[in-house]
């Protein structure tokens, strides 16, 4: 963060109106008794670069860019939109996924970068634009500190496994290692010979539908049964034991943890220095290091394409991705599908795009942004769908299988088949040094955008405590984060971590992201928030967007959060079914981000003076504090307000005192016209109406 400048500091206490005073040459810091958070103004400092000076911008345009790309783009555009794209009619598919990115995801993703760009504020400080829901932010923020937890778990097996590619023979590419059992199946296919060198109960080894040579004469045989008293055992691939044998070592469900597996402990603690190395001085620091981490996967993915497509059979599997099937268009599950996708694929009320954008120039083109990065994570989606189906193309030629029965979603298909099918590339080795070093980077990129969205929502509600302590405060929550996260490394992690995944991030996202649309639509005022556009950007967005917010995307979220209960079964992993409890525990999860939406309007009502319904009136209006954090368009923004609604914002002292320290010190330094005379007695003169009224009261 840069530094303030030193200049005088005041301070006053006013006990009726609860404010702090702390003038620092066009510096403001204002609180309030019932609010911890902190509101702050600030000038501009050309010197630095930052025209935020108390919370710091990116350093370029690129920054923000690349680290929303790098947010949105998660594993789930790799191991389940090519899945979902395939199950769900292939090609016809994208006519849902991208009208629900028309009608849900672009407009959720401006209505968020929007309003965390204006006010400059983290997901929880923001919501002095109607603070009797701050309750929806802490929610947010609860959602992504939660996800951080088993995010990088899942960070930590595709470091172990990029780890363990760095040898000449993969440790997953054939039976015989101590983690293999009587299962181990060897799968091979050349023309007319499958071998499957499956065990047997008495160590007889079977071959099936063969292909052989006996004293040079070569023979034919199919095997129809096995030799007395051996019983068929189910078949499981080196790479399937590798995982749950070795990597894993699973145990037989939820009731039984068994021991912390320490090489995967090694490796969250690894990722977790290097979430710290990335993120210590925010923005700052991971601004720098998206440049690489957001565009390392799109070479990886073309350079995994190109050799993809040379390989037999890969075209077969790039026609099951792609050929349609409209017959299925017309199921619910096909729309309900490509909707809940698109929902979770953006981003939208995780409070990582607000904090993102809370950190750019006031007057950076967001509705640019909005555009772009949606269509490059729709577009990410769609292409890797051709690298992973050209890749399962090929496994199934090799293996002389159906491409339904090879393809799979999740970390089933990014830990079992895909290692499986590079295998059995030449050089195999480097295809999974580069398949493991894109998927690590991926997921990466959107660690930072959670995790610096738990950061900033502290800071921005403790600035005095925290702002100055910002590197220790980032260390103290990573090993917070880390402890909370070694049951999942336990033998039996993945259980929690599949009960996580269920239930942590879904229904809660869905009812955070509708009441955010309905507030800022309907409490806040769509036209308002229109004005707060017009003001960054110099102009009004398409007034589509007006439409969208008020009725279509809060309809396309009912619509979504309906059909997911619809959908929803309890959690599972594999064949492996969860105890009644274990189910609870999911559901307690997910309510967990909802508690501070009532309890934080219960408080705030309590904490109000009045009538109930004038306590209600009072919360539900913007905050004095709201509005753009630089002085500068800060007093443009209080000109478009009406006069009544102007003469309300500045009756805080403090705020008046802040908006003449700045209005003097930017005469001072640039000649001001007539309007800006004009503009500064208006504001002056209701500064000086609330100071009288404040002294008599007195």
Known sequence: MPDKKKTHLSQLDDEKSGVTLM?????????????????????????????????????????????????AVGLGNIWRFPYLCYRNGGGAFLIPYITFLLLCGMPLFFLEVSYGQFASLSPTAVWKLSPLFKGIGWGMVIISGIVCIYYNIIITWTLYYLVMSLRSVLPWASCGNEWNDDRCALRAHNGNETLLNQTAANETVMTYNTTFSVNGTEVSAVLTSVVANASELPKQTPSEQYWQNHVLELTSGIDDLGDIRWQLLVSLIVAWILVFLCLFKGVKSSGRVVYVTATFPYLVLIILLVRGVTLPGALNGIKFYLIPDFAKLGTFKVWAEAAAQIFYSVGA???????????????????????????????????????????????????????????????????????????????????????????????????????????SAFLDEFPKLLRKRKMLFTAVMCVVEFLIGIPLVMQGGIYILQIMDWYCATFSLM?????????????????????????????????????????????????????????????????????EWAVGLGWVMASISMVPVPIVMIVKILREEGSFVERVKKLVRPAPEWGPAVLSHRKRYLLTLPPAERSRMVKDLSTCSSLSTGINDEESNSGSSDCDRDEKSAIEMDCLMHESEIKLNV
């Open 349 to 455: 009320a995780w409070g990582a795009l607000i904090t993102m954008s809370s950190y750019n120039k006031f007057n950076n083109n967001c509705f640019r942004d909005a555009l772009i990065v949606p269509a490059i994570n729709c577009g990410t989606s769609i292409f890797a769908g051709f690298v992973i189906f050209s890749i399962v193309g090929f496994m199934a030629h090799e293996t002389g299988q159906d491409i339904k029965d090879v393809v799979t979603q999740g970390p089933g298909l990014v830990f079992v088949v895909y290692p499986e099918a590079l295998a059995k590339l030449p050089i195999s080795p480097l295809w999974a040094v580069l398949f493991f070093l894109m998927l690590f980077t991926i997921g990466l990129d959107s660690q930072f955008g959670m995790f610096e969205t738990m950061t």
């Open 23 to 71: 003038n620092s040459g066009a510096s403001l810091v204002h609180g309030k008794d019932d609010d911890s958070s902190v509101g702050t103004f600030s000038s501009s400092s050309s010197m630095s670069g930052d025209e935020n000076t108390e919370r710091g911008n990116w350093t370029g345009r690129m920054d923000f860019l690349l680290s929303c790309v790098g947010y």
């Open 511 to 579: 009812i955070l992201s509708f009441l955010e649309c309905m507030v800022i639509a309907w409490i806040y005022g769509v036209d308002r928030f229109y004005k707060d556009i017009e003001l960054m950007i110099g102009y009004k967005p398409p007034i589509v967007y007006k439409y969208a917010w008020c009725y279509v995307t809060p309809l396309v979220i009912v619509f979504i959060l309906i059909a997911s209960l619809a959908m929803h079964t309890p959690v599972t992993y594999g064949d492996v079914v969860y105890p």
